[in-house]
């Protein structure tokens, strides 16, 4: 696992809801989809969060659901509870933007 302090742009774009840019990052990210961002002091958790970010972002959510239940194995090894907290608000999140409704299971998730 290589530490890659590349989240930031990503959350950005996220934050903006900036699809474009969303589409210009992933290419860019997903190469590192099975590592952990880490900029020397701390961890911002691991890379498939931000690629299971900007899928949904895209509208590709099947994909997003992989990647994100992909972070959620890597932070539960980890032990890592906020990073375990937000993978399962992003679940959520991805559920809610393909029916508009918050599921059984993702509202267990939250």
Do not use: C
């Amino acid at each position: 696992m290589l530490a890659r302090p590349i989240d930031l742009p990503s959350i950005l774009a996220l934050d903006l809801e900036d699809a474009a840019a969303a589409a210009v990052l992933l290419p860019a990210i997903e190469p590192f989809v099975d590592e952990v961002s880490f900029n020397g002091v701390t961890s911002q958790g691991p890379v498939a969060a931000y690629v299971g970010k900007l899928l949904t972002l895209l509208g590709r959510h099947d994909e997003a659901e992989r990647r994100h239940l992909e972070a959620l194995t890597m932070v539960e090894a980890f032990g890592w509870e906020y990073h375990r907290a937000s993978t399962l608000i992003a679940l959520a999140k991805n559920r809610v933007a393909v029916s508009g409704r918050l599921d059984a299971i993702a509202e267990r998730w939250l």
